[in-house]
Nanobody
Framework: QVQLVESGGGLVQAGGSLRLSCVASGTIFSVNSMGWYRQAPGKQRELVATITSGGSSNYADSVKGRFTISRDNAKNTVYLQMNSLKPEDTAVYYC???????????WGKGTLVTVSA
């Protein structure tokens, strides 16, 4: 089993910044990528950003230029630096890890980010 624990969410004013962290623990092997997704009230979960074990990153168009994903492979930790936050960024942010050939994907329980106007 793999456990993912997100932290760093909170309430911030529009234009502000937050840094999310996600630590993976347990039986971790052959990590393909780690990523951040978000789900706003009444909406489906959507991709925010992913990063491969080799460091290649991918972003949703809505966050390009404002968010930066990074990871520390030795610590099995992925970060999301969020700048210039907008009210529409308000959501629960979930971390995931994609492992192995199948692949196997685990999710964290999420951290709430609220951006006030």
């Amino acid at each position: 089993q793999v456990q993912l624990v997100e932290s760093g969410g909170g309430l911030v004013q529009a234009g502000g910044s937050l840094r999310l962290s996600c630590v993976a623990s347990g039986t971790i092997f052959s990590v393909n990528s780690m990523g951040w997704y978000r789900q706003a009230p009444g909406k489906q979960r959507e991709l925010v950003a992913t990063i491969t074990s080799g460091g290649s990153s991918n972003y949703a168009d809505s966050v390009k230029g404002r968010f930066t994903i990074s990871r520390d492979n030795a610590k099995n930790t992925v970060y999301l630096q969020m700048n210039s936050l907008k009210p529409e960024d308000t959501a629960v942010y979930y971390c995931n890890v994609n492992m192995g050939r199948l692949p196997i994907i685990y999710w964290g329980k999420g951290t709430l980010v609220t951006v006030s106007a």
